[in-house]
């Protein structure tokens, strides 16, 4: 049987290949408007011209999720499908791909006269956007390979959810402020005073904050510590970055030097990450 990972492009890897056998990766990609242009943000968007595109454009932006039938054309291609979407409270993402889910699997059992035998399709709200997910995503595919059944999958892929978190470490605030994600006083202020913020994911999925930081070094040390608060004591990080790679590489070298035995992997930001985050942000998403 087929096997399939699939995630939103909240997710922002790109090019995964996994290393379960008869193990395929998908990509729903969300959407972005600026000035009028809709970008689709999956592997073939150009980030840089996207990222230059809004800086240049003055008018509102707005992004949407995929569609009903995206999601349901990567679940009626695959036996097995574990689908991983961007926190329900950010998006419509999730509901969408609950939507696609019903409709695969009613027409699933109306063409094999009512039985479900080799069909199976599972959505995570994994409560969070970037790093998070690729955690799960990558961990995830390791246990495939010890071919579990997809009931375990699934015990498997909440597990993960439940034991991993994201932090965001941002600079700009004008595109979470304008789409409701941020208070629209806390990003102004924040803005004008130079602040770096300290967020992360609340029980429910939105974006809560930690608290303010200054200067690198102070930032990357808030930042593990918060990571030890809950729990991380060594493992798989995601740290994803908006052209921001040398802050990104020196927190990677905090990590380490506090946890010898962490395993991290930095990747830029993709379309939606890109236009949350906004400029030099990081996205960090750990498993413990």
Not at 113 to 138: H, M, P
Not at 205 to 223: D, F, L, Q, S, W
Request: aromatic fraction near 8%; include cysteine; charged fraction near 25%.
């Amino acid at each position: 049987m087929s096997w399939c990972i699939a995630a939103d492009s909240s997710c922002n890897l790109r090019s995964f290949e996994p290393a379960a056998s008869d193990t395929s990766y998908r990509l729903a990609p969300l959407k972005i408007n600026v000035g009028g242009t809709e970008y689709v943000d999956d592997r073939q968007l150009d980030v840089d011209a996207f990222l230059d595109a809004m800086a240049d454009e003055k008018t509102a932006s707005s992004s949407s999720c995929p569609s009903v039938g995206e999601w349901a054309e990567i679940f009626c291609a695959h036996d097995n499908v574990i689908a991983i979407a961007i926190s329900e409270d950010l998006s419509g993402s999730y509901e969408a791909a609950c939507t696609a889910r019903n409709i695969v699997m009613d027409d699933y059992m109306r063409e094999h006269d009512g039985v479900i035998a080799e069909k199976n399709i599972y959505v995570l709200n994994s409560r969070a956007a970037g790093g998070k997910l690729e955690v799960i995503v990558r961990l995830l595919d390791r246990y495939l390979t010890t071919n579990p059944s997809f009931d375990e999958a699934v015990a498997m892929v909440e597990q993960l959810e439940a034991s991993s978190q994201v932090l965001y470490s941002l600079s700009r605030y004008e595109n979470l402020a304008k789409n409701g994600r941020m208070p629209r006083l806390v990003g102004a202020v924040a803005t004008k005073l130079s602040i770096r913020i300290l967020g992360t994911a609340s029980a429910k999925g939105a974006i809560k904050i930690v608290g303010p930081t200054r200067g690198e070094k102070k930032m990357y040390r808030k930042i593990m510590d918060t990571m030890e608060g809950d729990g991380y004591r060594g493992g798989l990080v995601y740290i994803d970055h908006v052209r921001n790679l040398a802050g990104a590489e020196a927190l990677k070298r905090a990590i380490i030097e506090r946890w010898p035995a962490a395993e991290v992997e930095v990747i830029a930001c993709g379309g939606l990450c890109s236009y949350y985050a906004e400029e030099s942000g990081l996205i960090i998403g750990y498993a413990w």
